[in-house]
């Protein structure tokens, strides 16, 4: 297995990925809203070849692949105990048509125009080089492949962001707080333009408002972010806060979200769409450095 984006790939084999696999074992999955956007986005056909980018504890793959049972369904992800937690869930799930590995998209050896649709959920962010990474999804789509995912617009309308992170660092504004990956495309001019520099066409950008569910109460919400990579970033800081000051912090903070199902913040996303185009045959190497179709 050869990785490139070599940063994500410690973060997410190691305790941010233990946490975001309990997270994702709950009854009330953090996403749930954005994935049924996506998946009607994605129309997904019950013969479909589906490839699912940074597929995680494999939610969204199992979902596809219900969605597709006469088709088959890749999830590729960075992440070795996510993807544990994938295949043991899609085996309790008796899915016969998913399969896992692990690997970096932007240099995976994936098969060439092999699947009818790509899809991720917050799968896109992390990339070092997302046009490189977006141009080997783009390979492995058939000609007029289909490409679906999500990701986060602006740090600053994210309140499952800013508030966590608003409690750790007081007084500072929304612009103030520590950078994240996770906004990496947010800016939807700068997503456009690496779709289009992957060789992808039919761009659309569309934005959904959509809640993030955190667990039943403030407190179970603030284990959850105590374990997450911006607030764990805090507490290794020299001036951080101790962990017990800062969960006491994040319940203070995260307790006007509680409600009757659990603790909801608000979360402003991207719903993207592209296409591999028809006519789109450039050899066996694009200008990006990965496989091209």
Sequence with gaps: MHIVNTDQAEAWNGPEAVNWAGLSERDAPVNGALTRTLLAAARIGSGDRILDVGCGTGETTRLAARLAPRGRVLGVDLSALLLDHARSAAVAAGLANVEFAQGDVQVHPLPGSTFDIAISQFGVMF???????????????????????????????????????????????????????????????????????????????????????????????ADGFLGSGPVLAVLQRADGPPPEVARQLLVEALRPYEGPDGVRIPGAHWLVTATRPVDGHRGPRDSAGVAGG
Excluded: K
């Design 127 to 221: 990339f070092a080089d997302p046009v490189a990474a977006f141009a080997n999804v783009r390979y492995a789509l058939r000609s007029g492949g289909r490409l679906a995912f999500v990701c986060p617009r602006d740090m600053s309308e994210n309140a499952w962001y800013v508030t966590p992170m608003s409690a750790l660092h007081p007084g500072r504004s929304a612009d103030q707080l520590p950078a994240s990956a996770m906004f990496s495309l947010a800016d939807a001019a700068r997503l456009t333009g690496v779709l289009e520099r992957a060789g992808l066409t039919d761009i659309h950008t569309r934005p959904v408002d959509a809640p993030m569910a955190f667990g039943p109460d403030a407190g179970a919400a």
